[in-house]
């Protein structure tokens, strides 16, 4: 050792003249004080600028690969001798210290000595001779592997062998060469471990290779398991990767190589891709000659015994690393891969769908609770860990000797049982073996249970030893070897004795999927997953055999062609042949598993009976009446103790509907006449016939008690056929399929009720004679008969189902009323709920108007929506035409039309834009998504202008006429001209220019949308149409709303020929203009050109051009006019440019400007406005302005007077809102810049609030809060120190520090209560008189002095409140105040000033009214303010409020049985119908914020008063019950078993005090301030809920007594009882709010989560059972460190917006996602987000919101990066959510990255790393991985290149840039699709040599004459 020392040093100083010796002091081996050899003595060096990099050089010097640490500050202790080194710095390269720079003088003390820990020479030990966790004990030395001497070898030393590999422990100790001896240097002796030490040179023994042995005293261990050999592992199995060591190479069977690491990727624990780890990094295996014996290394080398197949072809998924081997060809004796023949490493003609894979014969499935669902990155994570004793008990199976077992010599799950052990194969002796014996077996295979335990050597006897022998398990073990038995390897047997078992059968779980109890698609579990069968073959024997497995009698139907839906997992029977004896599917005859030629289109289904009993309806109609069950030969009935509604649903489902609409007792439907069969019926719901519920077969009633029933109507699925949304062939479903109606009798009242039960008003025409042409079903109904007044067709007198006399030819049809929105079904015409030729055949368009919104689909009996990833216009015109629609005029993204609320049940939709419906599209599988509500997509259709936009100046078309041609559009022309066309049975038709003229052309204008016409044309000006001429004559008023109510010759009445098609030109080409981006009356100006918004440029723009757009959209005048694209840039073209108004011009296209669509900007320069007020702040609430009612508001011309009264001045502050609260109560917000802020409540008081109050429109301020009462606001802080006097009349006339200058946080929101005002006593949308301007001048009322319906009249006029003189004052007039306020009646009319005296002028005297009148002004008065009247005369009214009282009783302070007071009494609710909408209409009637659950069956008890209410149908927004939709009161048809109750929300904000983002002190925030929660039975299910309540996925802890802190406040719960599954803690049971017998000091904690997605790798592949299991573990530091992500608050960051690695940066804070700012952002700041996220550097840093603008909170602002920073927050930054920015100033990155991130392409890799060329980055789009669209990315977008010129040579190029060999072919004329970004390159002239195109000869960047019908694909060569 000394010499070997010598001679290192020796040659350092003959490398380097001048190096210094160098050593380690006062450490280990490999650690210590740094010294070095100077001038005859030893000293130190100074630890000024010490670090990793100088670290390194010492280590290596010292001949360790590399240092683990740097120490400073004399970590090792302090030197004696000089200090020889000062300042060292090395970039790392170096070989020796002294080739650093450095100072060889210094200004230091020993104090600064600097030390290193280098990494330990002996980390690489593995063990040879043995099997997997057996063997002689090798380490790594000196390049070659040597042994341990067995001198003082103990079971110690083994434990830190065995921990060294990464198993848990040692079972044995061997020496004396137990395993063989070895033959390399003995490297170690005397090894005497404390057991403590993590690698064998940390123990004490004599120095490397000082001994005194031979290799017969060679040392082995036997450790506890083998789990690394399963998977691969990172951390501490150091035999499975190479680390940073010197020994960084090790495997687990005898034998060295190369490539001596491999998994199983892609598949499960026994089958997979085959990957080998080779230059750091797993690579694949080609599949070329790929054979059973290259698959039998690979097997063996993993541990297992063989290999069962060896697959190709990518079977598991294409790899992503290198190809590492190709042509390997092993014998099969080989010990692992690399010691077969192969090309060389790395050397391979191969792609990777060419990788090979192998499925080896057992896997040890139990050490992982499943095959299917752990991720690779999941496993290593798990066997890396160390965990203590408990966890590995829970995670991991025992230590087990015989964990490992098969089935040998019979099927899938059934045979011998054979276990392994001593690395073979033996049995199991029958003697004793049992039925508990064999579950024990097939539990530990995976099975459930055993159905047989087989002996006498069943199976064929087997030939290795017989392991075990009087087997006695209890059933319970997890494990044969935790049975009681003999002991291994004793017995008295032979093999003709060997056990064996017969398994749950592998296919015996079925179901049905996509229909319903009995009848479905079929669907059997297979390998972890659900998967269907193909029809092929598919017969009634089949179905029975699905049917009897299920529990029924027998099949009814086996069905074919996915009548139930397409499946989605694997198809794993085909051709199925049953006898249809067979128990199960997979006793039937069949191709094998998973062997099929199918799609899901072929998936079987089959109706299975279910009747136990026959059952009937009888005394009613055929879907009503009385239950009677067939038993002994006779009908009986059923009483009706007990019976509801899921006792009828029972019966209705049995008989073959949906389900039951009404459980009817008391012989509703009649008393029967046979015997009571059945009595007291108790069902869950679940049952497929009544006879399987709980029931009694003896009774104690009479007839009189006789149940029924009311089933959803037979043929409630009705459609139009061969026709278009409104009209067609009348089709109903009957038993399974579509059939039609016969025209006999058919008549208009029964085209009526068709037309209703599809949604439509009613019937415009009848149809017969197959006028919609012939269906092809059966006939279903003849002789209709309706009166009119039925719900659906079988309510209809008829002949009978499928009883008629007719053909096809006779096929009836119908033409509705045309209203769009309601040809889509409202909850009771399901249709989209039964089979038709598609799942997605409802759609309709929600939040716009009637041919624009929101995209929304009917899917599982609820409205979704469709993300709008991959949305464009191909399918927006799919949308549009489903819905009767021409084509669509746009596609609109980021939820336009305002965020659905339901599932979205559709993303990545991608349409041709030929499909008929949605469903017919690509897209990535019904409710398959990753996004959220602000992706919703929406359309704009291409029906007649005004419905096209939201303006609101002439909306008729938006409504529904009994005009047949209320459709009308101009061709041939542009916007506002062209050749009149009308919309006629079906198709487009012109109208005849015979008598044409202005007249008529002002009506076609005005049915337009226009103001009138400009000119009427004839003689075909806008060229001839092609379809009818459908007018003729035409003679209008000029007073018509369309062309039809105008005099003419009759619908296609006509002489003339197309060259006399009439045409106009309508008045104003710019009338239509919106605000975009922004709110309701502020954003980016848009104008409607050319059939499309486009923008307008800010040059020149100012606020006479903006008082224009402000006026033309109905406001009064602009605040400010807006540059720079403020609400974002614009995405059509740029229409106008160079503005100037005068500003008295009425639309834009008036003022002078540069032209239509002549301009010299881009869309950064877009130009917007602010104009005088939003709809808003017109009312003191924003919570009760509908959309259509905000649109009135906007689309009235207000006179000078109506505005100043409904709108504030012209103040900067003049527009405030009261935000979450309700209407008269809430957080103060201003408008200002662009966005709302808050006031800071520092020096708030009721003078401060009263100016807000009175500010809008209120009398005065009640109270004036702070502490963010109503939630903390999420905009900037625009006020603090406000001091008003009370008289200002905005807020901003008061003192204050200044606009935005405050020392504040959002919790300091100041709030308001005001004295409350009539406009939030009413209903909303039914009574809004009061609420706009009309005719009248008094149109504003309001009651003062007294409550909600009580109180003075006081009315608005002359900008101020006043009173009404009481002199001829009565209950009629009264009556006409009510009713102004939205009240049904008065009960009162007071005089005398009984609610005390009004201060402002008295408006009215000797008022008389007559009681028809809809305002006080419309009844006779005195005149306004004339009067003789004192304000002791002020008159009053008491408003009819019928139910304004409401209590919960049976229940506690938020929870229990809803009452209500009517006639002096208390009475009770029931429960038909309540839901959540009811419940929140309740709760907040009693002051609560909203409603946690709605409860129904009398959850509180039986109340005992009346029932005052029944069908109760709120939307949520009233504000008492009886402002709901009800049955009328006390009209019911219920028991007090049906009360309904409700539990409100207490409290729903809670936050963490005390510790950091994911953990602290629990806080509710209760009565206006924050108070905590005792401890008392606290545990961790109560912390879940919290944690998932602020946004975390679980808790790791509860914590008790105050471990966070002593709270301040209340304590506010005690004895909180969660069940775990609750959404918040109010839910959960307690003692009682503020209940409790608690100090602080057991203030209750939790520790959550952290931010769910870095919690574990995938969310795709984690069960629930493994996630509890996860959960449960009690893990110790090191594990949680591990699995856990660091406490950092930002430490969760995204790329939103983009790609792979690219997109706009998100951060995860406050439980939402939040974006930042671009201010100061660079490629520092981008390295640090790329890092952060796994990747190796930033390529871009990107501003401007390239990818989009984020929609949440911006929660970074001004970052500033060195670029060494781990995480964002680490950087320099404003502070969280400081920021002065609008989300179009949102920052993005490009990460570098590996290829198939970055494109959306995966196999296309050149073009993902950065090179020296412009256009370096390709991708192949519209194709396959080889084949597409050649695109190269460009000035920040992906672009085509034109295929001028283009050939093989430049596709040749483009092939090899993308890591091809060469092209096949080169592609023109936009074989792939065209694109739609840039044309960036034209005329492409390459040699062939090139690396990238742009090194290619080509016309210049974005220089062509081309268009993308050009663009260039190519298809490249695969070998």
């Not at 004896?581 to 199918?598: A, I, P, T, W, Y």
């Not at 028809?1412 to 306004?1424: I, M």
Request: hydrophobic share 30%; charged share 20%; aromatic share 8%.
């Amino acid at each position: 050792m000394q010499l070997w020392w010598l001679l290192v040093v020796a040659c350092s100083v003959l490398i380097s003249g001048n190096a210094k010796l160098i050593r380690l002091a006062g450490g280990a081996g490999n650690t210590g004080r740094v010294e070095v050899y100077h001038n005859g003595q030893w000293g130190t060096v100074c630890d000024d600028g010490w670090g990793l990099e100088e670290a390194n050089v010492v280590c290596r010097q010292l001949g360790f690969e590399s240092a683990s640490w740097s120490r400073t500050m004399a970590h090792y202790g302090q030197g004696t001798g000089p200090i020889l080194l000062d300042d060292v710095v090395c970039d790392g390269s170096e070989t020796f210290l002294t080739q650093c720079s450095h100072s060889d003088t210094h200004d230091c003390q020993h104090t600064e000595d600097a030390g290193v820990d280098c990494y330990s020479v002996l980390n690489n030990v593995r063990l040879a001779g043995g099997g997997g966790n057996y063997g002689r004990v090798e380490v790594y030395y000196n390049g070659q592997w040597g042994t341990v001497c067995d001198d003082g070898w103990d079971l110690i030393d083994a434990n830190v062998v065995c921990r060294q590999l990464g198993f848990e422990s040692a079972l044995e100790s061997k020496s004396s060469a137990f395993y063989g001896q070895g033959s390399g240097t003995i490297v170690l002796d005397d090894v005497d471990c404390t057991g403590d030490e993590d690698s064998l040179d940390q123990c004490r023994h004599n120095g490397l290779e000082e001994h005194n042995c031979v290799h017969y005293e060679d040392a082995g261990v036997v450790c506890s398991n083998t789990p690394n050999t399963l998977l691969p592992t990172t951390d501490t199995p150091s035999s499975l990767l190479p680390t940073t060591g010197v020994w960084n190479n090790v495997r687990l069977a005898g034998g060295g190589g190369v490539l001596n690491n491999v998994r199983l990727a892609g598949g499960g624990g026994n089958y997979g891709r085959v990957e080998v780890y080779y230059n750091e990094q797993w690579g694949t295996v080609c599949d070329d000659g790929w054979d059973l014996n290259d698959a039998h290394v690979v097997c063996r080398q993993l541990g297992f015994e063989s290999a069962l197949e060896g697959n190709s072809n990518a079977m598991y998924g294409l790899g992503s690393g290198p190809i590492v081997l190709d042509d390997v060809d092993c014998t099969g004796d080989e010990h692992s891969l690399d010691q077969c023949r192969h090309n060389g490493l790395e050397e391979h003609n191969c792609v990777h769908y060419e990788d090979a894979g192998v499925v080896c014969s057992n896997t040890p499935s139990t050490l992982l609770p499943t095959t299917g669902y752990i991720t690779e990155e999941l496993t290593t994570l798990l066997l890396s860990t160390s965990y203590f004793t408990e966890a590995l008990t829970t995670l991991l199976p025992s230590t087990n000797i015989l964990n490992t077992v098969r089935l040998a010599g019979g099927g899938g799950n059934y045979g011998r049982v054979e276990v392994y052990y001593k690395g073979q194969w033996g049995t199991v002796c029958d003697d004793l073996w049992d039925s508990d014996d064999a579950n024990v077996v097939c539990r530990q295979l995976g099975f459930e249970f055993a159905l047989e335990g087989n002996r006498n050597a069943l199976y064929g006897q087997g030939s290795g030893p017989i392991v075990l022998d009087d087997v006695e398990c209890t059933g319970d073990e997890d494990s044969l070897d935790q049975c009681r038995h003999n002991g291994l390897e004793e017995h008295n047997c032979g093999h003709h004795e060997d056990a064996g078992v017969v398994c749950q059968n592998i296919l015996n779980t079925v179901r049905l999927a996509g229909g319903g109890g009995n009848y479905g698609r079929v669907e059997v579990y297979y390998k972890g997953q659900w998967g269907t069968v193909c029809d092929d073959w598919w017969d009634s024997d089949d179905a029975n055999v699905v049917c009897r497995q299920l529990g029924f009698e027998f099949a009814l139907e086996g069905n074919r062609y996915a009548l139930y839906g397409q499946g989605s997992g694997p198809i794993v029977l085909d051709d199925v042949e049953c006898t249809g004896d067979e128990d199960s599917l997979d006793q039937c005859r069949h191709n094998g598993l998973e062997e099929h030629n199918c799609g899901h289109h072929e998936d079987a289904g089959v109706v299975c009976q279910s009747n136990a009993k026959e059952i009937r309806l009888a005394g009613g109609a055929g879907n009503t009446g009385r239950v009677e069950v067939y038993h002994n030969g006779q009908w009986g009935t059923v009483c009706d103790d007990g019976w509801g509604i899921e006792e009828a649903d029972v019966v209705c489902r049995q008989l073959g509907f949906e389900s039951a609409s009404w459980s009817r007792t008391k012989a509703h439907y009649g008393q029967g006449t046979g015997p009571i069969l059945l009595d007291d019926v108790v069902c869950d719901g679940s049952e497929t016939s009544l006879t399987q519920c709980s029931h009694s077969d003896t009774d104690n009633c009479q007839h009189t008690e006789d149940a029924g029933v009311d089933c959803y109507s037979v043929l409630n699925n009705v459609r139009l056929a061969g026709g278009g949304g409104n009209y067609g062939r009348v089709e109903v479903y009957y038993n399974g399929q579509w059939g039609t109606v016969c025209d006999d009798g058919w008549d208009l009242i029964d085209a009526n009720v068709v037309c209703r039960q599809l949604g439509f008003d009613s019937a415009l025409e009848s149809k017969s004679s197959a006028f919609y042409g012939q269906g092809s079903g059966t006939i279903v109904l003849d002789d209709v008969d309706c009166t009119g007044d039925e719900d659906s067709l079988d309510q209809c007198g008829h002949a009978g189902l499928e009883e008629h006399n007719c053909g096809h030819h006779e096929d009836a049809g119908v033409v509705c009323q045309n209203t769009p929105n309601t040809l889509l079904p409202t909850t009771d015409t399901p249709s989209s709920l039964l089979p038709t030729t598609g799942v997605l055949n409802n759609v309709r368009l929600a939040g716009g108007g009637g041919n624009f919104g929101r995209v929304e689909v009917y899917y599982k009996g609820q409205w979704g929506t469709v993300c709008d990833d991959l949305w464009d216009s191909d399918d927006a015109n799919v949308v549009c035409r489903q819905l009767g629609f021409e084509f669509a005029l746009e596609g609109n993204r980021n939820a336009l039309y305002g965020q659905g609320s339901g599932p979205i049940v559709l993303d990545d939709v991608e349409c041709t834009g030929d499909e008929d419906s949605l469903d017919q599209c690509r897209h990535n599988g019904l409710e398959e998504h990753n996004c959220g509500h602000y992706e919703d997509a929406g359309v704009v259709c291409s029906n007649t202008p005004n419905t096209l936009l939201p303006t609101t100046d002439t909306p008729n078309t938006l409504l529904p006429t009994t005009g047949v041609l209320n459709n009308v559009r101009l061709a041939g022309g542009g916007g506002n001209y062209g050749r009149v066309e009308v919309y006629y049975n079906g198709q487009w038709g012109t109208v005849c220019d015979d008598g044409w003229d202005l007249i008529d052309a002002n009506v076609v204008c005005r049915q337009l949308g226009f103001d009138s016409a400009l000119e009427y044309n004839s003689n075909a000006l806008y060229d001839q149409g092609s379809g009818p001429i459908v007018l003729d004559d035409v003679d209008c008023t000029g007073d018509e709303d369309s062309l039809d109510q105008c005099g003419h010759a009759g619908l296609e009445k006509h002489n003339c020929g197309h060259h006399e098609d009439a045409g106009v030109v309508c008045n104003s080409v710019l009338n239509n203009v919106r605000l975009a981006g922004g709110g309701g009356h502020y954003g980016r100006v848009e104008v409607y050109y050319k059939g499309q918004w486009g923008t307008v440029c800010d040059d020149l723009w100012d606020s006479d051009d903006a008082n224009v757009v402000c006026r033309q959209l109905g406001f009064e005048f602009a605040l400010e006019g807006n540059r720079d694209a403020l609400y974002g840039q614009g995405s059509g073209p740029i229409v106008l440019d160079d503005v100037e108004c005068t500003g008295d011009e009425d639309s834009l296209d008036q003022c002078r400007h540069n032209g239509l669509e002549e301009h010299n900007c881009g869309h950064y320069e877009d130009a917007g406005v602010v104009c005088s007020n939003t709809p808003s702040t017109l009312l003191p609430t924003t919570g009760y302005i509908t959309e259509e009612l905000t649109t009135l508001l906007l689309s009235t011309s207000y006179s000078t007077e109506a505005l100043t009264t409904l709108l504030p001045s012209t103040n900067i502050l003049n527009t405030v809102r009261l935000a979450g609260g309700g209407g008269n109560y809430g957080r103060v917000e201003v408008y200002y810049k662009g966005q709302w802020g808050t006031v800071c409540d520092d020096l708030w008081d009721s003078d401060d609030a009263n100016v807000v109050c009175r500010q809008l429109g209120f009398e005065f301020a009640l109270e004036g809060n702070r502490n963010a009462l109503y939630g903390q606001g999420s905009g900037p802080i625009v006020l603090d120190d406000v001091e008003c006097t009370g008289d200002e009349d905005s807020l901003d006339q008061c003192r204050h520090n200044g606009l935005e200058e405050h020392n504040c946080r959002h919790h300091e929101d100041a709030g308001v209560v005001c004295q409350n005002t009539p406009n939030t006593l009413l209903p909303t949308t039914d009574t809004p008189s009061s609420l706009l301007p009309t005719t009248g001048v008094l149109n504003n009322v309001r009651l003062a002095g007294g409550g909600g319906n009580y109180g003075r009249v006081e009315v608005y006029y002359n900008g101020q409140w006043g009173t009404v003189c009481d002199d001829g004052w009565d209950l009629i007039d009264a009556n006409v105040v009510c009713r102004q306020l939205g009240f049904d009646s008065a009960l009162e009319y007071n005089s005398n000033a009984l609610y005390g005296q009004g201060s402002g002028p008295i408006m009215l005297d000797d008022v008389d009214c007559t009681g028809d009148e809809d305002s006080l002004d419309q009844c006779g008065h005195a005149g306004l303010e004339e009067h003789n009247c004192g304000h002791h005369e002020d008159a009053g009214v008491v408003c009819n409020s019928v139910l304004n009282n409401v209590r919960l009783a049976g229940g506690g302070g938020n929870y229990g049985r809803v009452e209500v007071y009517y006639n002096e009494q208390w009475g009770t609710v029931c429960d038909d119908g309540w839901d959540l909408n009811d419940a929140h209409v309740v709760c907040r009637q009693l002051g609560f914020e909203s409603a946690l659950e709605g409860n129904s069956n009398a959850m509180y008890g039986l109340g005992s008063g009346p029932i005052v209410l029944d069908d109760v149908d709120c939307t949520g927004d009233e504000h008492s019950l009886d402002q709901c939709r009800h049955a009328g009161l006390e009209e019911d048809n219920c028991d007090h078993f049906e009360d309904a109750g409700v539990v409100c929300r207490v409290f729903d904000n809670v936050r963490l005090a005390g510790g950091g983002g994911n953990y602290g002190r629990v806080e509710v925030h209760y009565n206006g301030q924050w108070g905590t929660v005792c401890d008392d039975g606290w545990d961790l299910n109560d912390a879940h809920v919290i944690c998932r309540q602020l946004g975390f996925e679980f808790a790791l802890e509860g914590n008790s007594n105050a471990l966070y802190g002593q709270g301040s406040g209340p304590i506010v719960l005690d004895n909180v009882n969660c069940m775990g599954d609750e959404d918040s803690l109010d839910q959960c049971r307690h003692n009682g709010l503020e209940e409790h017998n608690c100090v602080h000091y057991e203030d209750a904690g939790v520790v959550c989560s952290n931010t769910p997605s870095t919690l574990l790798p995938t969310t795709g592949y984690i069960t629930e059972e493994l996630t509890t299991l996860l959960l449960s573990t009690s893990y110790f530091t090191e594990a949680l460190t591990t699995l856990l992500p660091s406490t950092n608050i930002l430490n969760t960051v995204r790329l939103a917006g983009g790609g792979g690695n690219y997109g706009r940066v998100e951060v995860y804070y406050k439980g939402q996602w939040g974006t930042v700012c671009d201010d100061l952002w660079d490629s520092d700041d981008a390295n640090v987000v790329c890092r952060q996220l796994g990747f190796e550097f930033a390529l871009e840093g990107n501003r401007n919101a390239l990818y989009g603008q984020g929609s949440g909170p911006i929660v970074l602002d001004d970052v500033e990066c060195t670029g060494g920073e781990d995480s964002l927050d680490q950087c320099r930054h404003n502070g969280l959510e400081e920021h002065n920015c609008r989300h179009h100033e949102d920052a993005g990155v490009v990460c570098q990255n590996t290829p198939n991130t970055l494109l959306p392409t995966t196999d296309t890799p050149s073009s993902l790393l950065p090179t020296t060329g412009v256009l370096n980055n390709v991708r192949l789009a519209g194709g396959g991985a080889n084949y597409g669209r050649v695109e190269v990315y460009y000035n920040g977008q992906w672009g085509t290149v034109c295929d001028d010129g283009w050939d093989v040579t430049d596709a040749n190029v483009v092939c090899r840039q993308l890591g091809f060999d060469s092209a096949k072919e080169g592609n023109s004329y936009a074989l792939y699709g065209q694109g739609s970004g840039p044309i960036v390159l034209d005329d492409v002239d390459c040699t062939g040599d090139e690396d990238f195109l742009d090194q290619c000869g080509h016309a210049g960047l974005e220089n062509h004459d081309c268009g993308h019908h050009e663009d260039a694909g190519v298809v490249c060569t695969v070998l």
